[in-house]
C-alpha cells in the first residue's frame, strides 16, 4: 500500500504539539510494517537549515487556488526510512509562526489544494491520503473535485486530533478563498451556523475517519465534548474508529535520553533518584526526599484543568508536596503561578516556557505527573510519564481514560479521578502521596509504567486494517 500522511507540522523539522510527535512516530511504524509511506508537510521558515540542506528540489508548478494562480515548490528528504515532502511558498509559510495569521484559511487552503495537484507529478501515487485536523480537512473535498480518471481510486482518512478546532469561516471564503462550488455550501456539506466548517465538510467527505483514542470516539457523540459537531459525528458514526496513540519509543527512552544527568530504567532506579536532585537544583526546588515533585507538563490554558490546580495550589502545597509547571499559554495562568513561586520559594516552580529539554528533565526528575484536563482526546504527555517512571494522576477523560489503568487494580499504571472538580483532583492526590510513601508499592507502579508497551505497534495495525477495507 501507498499511504501519503498529510499534515501541518511533523516532528523533527517543525512542532507545536502533539500532532507533530504523531506525525513523526506514526508513519515510520507504518512503513516497517511494510506500507510505503510518505509524510507531505508545508516547508516552513521555521524549518532549520539543518534539514533544508538535506533536501532535494523536485519540481515546481502553480497551484489554482479560487482565482488565484499561486507558486509551489516540492522538496523532498528521507528521514529513517521515510520519504517526506514539503510544499515551497514563501508568501504563505515564510512566518513568524506556523499558525494564528490573519490568513490561515487561505495558507492551509493553497496547502491542501496543493497536495491535490501535484499528485500526478511525483511519480508515486497513494492509495490513501491520511488526513489530519482542519488545515488538511480540505482535502478529501477537493479530491471530489478532481477529475475520476485519477482520483478516483485515492481513498482518504480523516484523523480528528482535537475536534475543537474545526477551521471554521465566513461564508464569502467559499468561492473567493476556497475556489469550492456554492452546491457545497447549499447543500449543508460544508455550512455550520451560516459559516464554513472545514471539519464538517472532511467528515462528510473523507471515506474513514479516525481520532486518537476509543473513549474520544465515544465522546465525540456528546454536545459536552463534541464542539458543536456530535450530530454530524453520530451521523457518520459508522465510518469512525477509535485508536489510541502511541510514542517514539526510540526517542522517549530514560536508558539512551542524552538530556538527563544519569540514564535509567526499570532495573537500576538511582538513575532516577539522581535525575530529582539535579531537577531540584536547577529550578530552584528545596531537596526533600520526604516530599514528593508534581509536575504538570502542558499548555496552560483552561481545557487541561489549570482552573482546577490554580484553585488547589495553597492545598496541594500544604500537602507537603512541591508543584512544577512547564508551558506557556493564557497570561491568567501563567501570572498565576509565577505569583505563586514567589510566594512559595523552593516548593513552588513556574516554568513559563516551551523546552524539550527542560521537559525531559521534568519526566525524568518528578514524581507524580499530573493532567486534569476537562477534555483530552488522547494525551502523550501521560505516555511520557510512565515510559519515564513518572506515575500520572488523571481525570478519567478521553484518551487519559484508555491509557491509565487506576491504583489499586492489579495492573495499575496510575491514579484516576472522575468529577471535574478540585476536591475530587485533591482526593486524587492525597491518595497518590499516601502510596508514595510505601515505597514498594510506588516501585510497582512505576516499573508497570517503564516496562508497558507504550509503543505504534498495535495502532499502526489498526490504521493498516483500516487502509486495507478500503482498498477492498
Not at 528521514?79 to 484559511?105: A, L, M, P, Q
Request: aromatic share 14%; charged share 25%; net charge negative.
Amino acid at each position: 500500500m501507498n499511504i501519503l500522511y498529510a499534515v501541518s507540522e511533523s516532528a523533527p523539522f517543525v512542532k507545536t504539539g502533539g500532532l507533530a510527535d504523531v506525525a513523526g512516530s506514526l508513519p515510520k511504524t507504518l512503513c516497517s510494517e511494510g506500507t510505503d509511506t510518505r509524510v507531505i508537510l508545508p516547508l516552513y521558515s521555521a524549518i532549520s537549515e539543518k534539514w533544508r540542506s538535506q533536501m532535494n528540489f523536485l519540481f515546481y508548478t502553480y497551484v489554482h487556488l479560487a482565482w488565484r494562480k499561486q507558486y509551489c515548490g516540492l522538496f523532498s528528504l528521507e528521514h529513517e526510512g521515510v520519504i517526506y515532502y514539503f510544499i515551497d511558498n514563501e508568501y504563505y509559510f515564510k512566518r513568524e509562526s506556523v499558525y494564528g495569521c490573519y490568513d490561515d484559511g487561505e495558507r492551509f487552503g493553497f496547502f491542501s489544494k496543493a497536495v491535490a495537484e501535484i499528485l500526478p507529478l511525483i511519480g508515486w501515487k497513494p492509495d490513501i491520503i491520511n488526513c489530519n485536523d482542519w488545515q488538511t480537512a480540505l482535502i478529501p473535498i477537493y479530491l471530489r473535485q478532481e477529475p475520476a480518471e485519477f482520483y478516483g481510486s485515492i481513498k482518504t482518512v480523516f484523523t480528528i486530533h482535537n475536534i475543537e478546532y474545526q477551521g471554521r469561516f465566513g461564508k464569502e471564503t467559499l468561492d473567493d478563498v476556497f475556489g469550492l462550488p456554492n452546491e457545497l455550501y447549499d447543500s449543508g456539506e460544508i455550512r455550520y451556523d451560516d459559516d464554513l466548517n472545514l471539519m464538517k465538510g472532511a467528515i462528510l467527505k473523507a471515506d474513514h475517519i479516525t481520532t486518537v483514542s476509543p473513549s474520544y470516539a465515544f465522546e465525540l457523540r456528546d454536545p459536552y465534548f463534541a464542539c458543536g459537531l456530535h450530530k454530524v459525528i453520530e451521523y457518520n458514526s459508522f465510518k469512525l474508529t477509535g485508536i489510541v496513540n502511541g510514542l517514539d519509543t526510540g526517542r522517549f527512552n530514560p536508558m539512551t535520553d542524552g538530556t538527563i544527568i544519569e540514564q535509567y530504567g526499570p532495573h537500576s532506579p538511582d538513575g532516577k533518584k539522581e535525575c530529582r536532585k539535579d531537577l531540584c537544583r536547577e529550578i530552584g526546588l528545596d531537596e526533600d526526599e520526604y516530599s514528593p515533585i508534581i509536575a504538570c507538563v502542558s499548555r496552560l490554558v483552561g481545557h487541561k484543568g489549570f482552573d482546577l490546580v490554580s484553585d488547589a495550589l495553597d492545598r496541594i502545597v500544604s500537602k507537603g508536596a512541591r508543584l512544577v509547571i512547564l508551558g506557556t499559554g493564557d497570561g491568567i495562568y501563567e501570572n498565576f503561578f509565577r505569583d505563586a513561586e514567589a510566594r512559595y520559594k523552593g516548593r513552588v516552580s513556574a516554568n513559563i516556557m516551551y523546552s524539550e529539554k527542560r521537559a525531559s528533565k521534568l519526566y525524568a526528575g518528578a514524581d507524580i505527573m499530573l493532567m486534569p484536563s476537562r477534555s483530552e482526546p488522547c494525551g502523550l504527555t501521560q505516555m511520557i510519564a510512565m515510559r519515564y517512571g513518572t506515575v500520572p494522576i488523571v481525570r478519567a477523560v478521553g484518551g487519559l481514560r484508555d491509557t491509565v489503568r487506576p491504583y489499586p487494580a492489579e495492573n495499575s499504571n496510575g491514579f484516576t479521578f472522575y468529577d471535574y472538580s478540585a476536591d475530587a483532583m485533591l482526593g486524587a492526590i492525597d491518595y497518590a502521596i499516601d502510596i508514595w510513601q510505601s515505597k514498594d508499592e510506588w516501585w510497582n507502579l512505576m516499573c508497570r509504567g517503564m516496562t508497558e508497551d507504550l509503543s505504534w505497534n498495535h495502532s499502526a495495525k489498526e490504521y493498516i486494517n483500516i487502509y486495507k477495507a478500503l482498498m477492498i
